[in-house]
């Protein structure tokens, strides 16, 4: 027996299903979680010895690969520092400054602990600044485990088959509205029937949820131009390409403007930290300004704002984010390649260094694409994958992440090893 099944069996004694977030079993892929010890650049070592290639970067914050050494020492001469003090520090004030100045459309901004606090927090401003109630998100999107969120959610909830969780009271179901993505007439049809009750519309600009689903030309600008008709806030959920598409994020590669963005992942650097921003006159109204309330002790834990700073001015040296295009586009046309090598039907989907290889012939456009995928060999793909010492994430409706301490050999290692596994599914 591994060291990680035995710690596996020894954590579902302890922990609901072993696992500290569903994504993290291998229930949709088989099998048992890998447990792991440390992580350096672009590999990650199990507790058993064993050396992966890493495309989960922690689902996304691991932007400039694992323990960068400017990272680890900001994070290391913060805690010497202390590691909270439920009061203001001035590390607070820099990152909030930084975030304002990547995005034109946050004028302020409120730190938090995690991306699902960010989005339900976000929620509670909208439906507190408009007075109304209902919201609409898309079918497969997620936007953290928060009640309003889990009517037809993506990620863990799509992958594990509950897409609606039980605990969600049906009052507060009912205010959530499902449009289809990519599809402006179902979000259009929703706004005829209830326009004047709708507080916010809620996406991720570029979907990372149901796999990688890019916008459609325009469609972010539509969304933008039906919410401002009807007096709704705009909030653009950036917790997975925030940072990571562009400085500024999908609203910079798109040209669009939110009301409220909410933050995660990157902004953090890998540690617990989450931001929502907007508005001026809309964050105004957050408590102690206003009277929508949100609060934390750990918000803006100076351990985490360290560790988010270092990051993001790493991400300022020139020439990262076409260093990431350039090793992502390597990674697809590696994909591309092996893929005219079989007969399978494959799609590989990609923005910038965010991207799903999905077993179906695509385009995937919407959740109603992903009705063909073939989730029996995305899962023989991920362990055939594992075995050589590649760490896809273990479920097909996600996207996988590149760092910018992946080589150009790691690269190309990846392709071969895809190519490898492909060709014995195809038999
Ligand atoms: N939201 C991320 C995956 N889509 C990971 C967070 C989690 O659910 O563990």
């Not at 602990?113 to 927090?121: F, K, N, P, Q, R």
């Not at 009640?147 to 039980?166: E, I, N, Q, Y």
């Not at 499902?178 to 209830?194: E, G, K, L, M, P």
């Amino acid at each position: 027996m591994t060291q990680s099944a035995d710690l596996f069996e020894k954590a579902k004694q302890f922990i609901p299903g072993g696992v500290n977030s569903p994504v993290r079993a291998f229930g949709a892929v088989g099998g048992t979680p890998i447990f792991f010890e440390s992580g350096s650049g672009a590999r990650l070592r199990d507790v058993d010895g064993k050396e992966y290639l890493d495309l989960v970067g922690s689902w996304g914050p691991m932007i400039l690969g694992h323990a960068h050494p400017e990272v680890v020492e900001a994070v290391v001469a913060a805690a010497r520092k202390g590691s909270s003090f439920g009061a203001p520090t001035r590390a607070e004030v820099t990152l909030a400054k930084m975030i304002t100045e990547r995005f034109p459309s946050v004028e302020r901004v409120r730190l938090v602990s995690s991306g699902t606090e960010a989005c339900l927090s976000a929620i509670r401003l909208a439906r507190g600044f408009t007075g109304r109630e209902r919201i609409v998100k898309f079918e497969g999107c997620y936007h953290g485990h928060g009640d309003s969120f889990l009517v037809k959610a993506g990620s863990g909830a799509l992958t594990f088959g509950m897409p609606s969780s039980p605990g969600v009271p049906a009052a507060f179901a009912s205010l959530t509205h499902n449009a289809r993505f990519n599809d402006i007439a179902s979000v259009r049809a929703i706004f005829a029937t209830h326009g004047r009750e709708i507080a916010a519309l809620i996406v991720e600009p570029i979907v990372g949820n149901m796999g990688l689903v890019p916008p459609k030309p325009g469609f972010l600008q539509e969304l933008r131009d039906l919410t401002r008709e009807h007096g709704a806030i705009f909030i653009l959920d950036e917790v997975m390409t925030g940072f990571r598409v562009a400085r500024g994020g999908a609203q910079e590669l798109y040209g669009v403007r939110a009301d409220i963005t909410t933050l995660g992942k990157v902004v953090g650097g890998g540690l617990p930290l989450g931001a929502y921003g907007g508005r001026a006159d809309i964050l105004e109204k957050i408590s102690p300004q206003g009277p929508v309330y949100q609060a934390g002790t750990l918000s803006g834990n100076p351990i985490a704002t360290a560790a988010g700073i270092a990051t993001l001015k790493l991400l300022d040296r020139p020439g990262v984010y076409s260093e990431l295009e350039a090793k992502s586009k390597r990674l697809e046309d590696g994909f591309r390649k092996v893929m005219a090598r079989t007969k399978l039907a494959l799609c590989f989907q990609r923005v910038g260094s965010m991207a799903t290889f999905f077993f179906t012939r695509g385009p995937v456009e919407s959740l109603d694409d992903l009705s063909g995928v073939r989730t029996d060999l995305f899962a023989r793909f991920f362990h055939g994958m594992l075995e050589r010492g590649i760490y896809f994430p273990p479920a097909q409706y996600e996207a996988f992440f590149l760092s910018l301490a992946h080589t150009e050999g790691d690269l190309d290692r990846i392709t071969q090893a895809a190519g490898e596994v492909l060709a014995g599914l195809a038999t």
